[in-house]
């Protein structure tokens, strides 16, 4: 089965969205930096399935962010890298590596 992020969102929306209004962006920002964390202790430590699983909540705690603040991430990405680079324009990117190594 194959996964959009606008699918992701909505399979969000759909599970969590009055939960996740009631605690605003303020706090699930605070989630959203905690998963963070867990995954950078599972891609320094972790095993395949728990760096995995790690992912899985930052993508989901994200798209959560985005349903509260009213973007649609699946637009924002193609809009943004849905061309290439953002910087160059190109794929792959041909940016200066001294710029953003
Ligand atoms: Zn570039």
């Known amino acids: 089965m194959s996964l959009s992020v606008r699918d992701l969102q909505q399979i969000i929306r759909d599970t969590y969205d009055s939960k996740d209004r009631r605690r605003g962006v303020e706090g699930t920002f605070m989630w959203f930096m905690e998963e963070v964390g867990e995954l950078s202790a599972a891609l320094r430590n972790g095993t395949d399935a728990e760096r995995a699983a790690e992912f899985a909540d930052v993508l989901a705690w994200l798209a959560t962010l985005a349903n509260i603040a009213g973007i649609d991430l699946d637009a ?13 324009r190109q794929t792959p990117c041909v940016c200066d590596q001294a710029a953003k190594p």
């Open 76 to 88: 924002a990405v193609r809009a943004k890298y849905g061309g290439g680079c953002p910087g160059c």
